[in-house]
């Protein structure tokens, strides 16, 4: 991956209409973590009873997080019904030079801050409920 200025990275939410995405805000930090969780395999047979673990075994799953200020009325709205609701909805990261990642994701927090010398701010995590498509850009 070439370097690429962080401020580029870009989450958007799927909007009312499908495929088109809107973004949620001006995120000043985000980050994405995948994981895969391995299934042990060793038995007493197993090298010297070194771990072996099954290949392509596991739970897969992506967490996306970011912190920054609302883009707009619409965009705090939209994340808010979102966040009441439960909704799994379609969200996509993009990573200028490297992926856009589509994924349906679940809310799994949402925090606002509101100090008396700033802007309101928000952080908000995100889960991954299905597999992820990787396109890249």
Known sequence: MANSAGK???LSVESATPTVYNA?????AKSVRMNAA???VTDSES???WT???S???VKSMEISGSGVFEDDAAIERVRT?????????WRLSIPGWQQIDCPM????????????GAVAFSISLQSSGKPVFTGI
């Open 56 to 58: 392509g075994g596991g």
């Open 52 to 54: 072996e673990l099954l």
């Open 106 to 117: 679940h809310i799994a927090s949402l925090e606002i801050d509101s100090p008396h010398d």
């Open 38 to 40: 391995s299934i042990d």
């Open 8 to 10: 580029l990275v870009t």
């Open 47 to 49: 090298v010297d009873l």
């Open 82 to 90: 979102l966040f009441i609701v439960g909704t799994i909805e379609d």
């Open 24 to 28: 949620v805000g001006g995120l000043r």
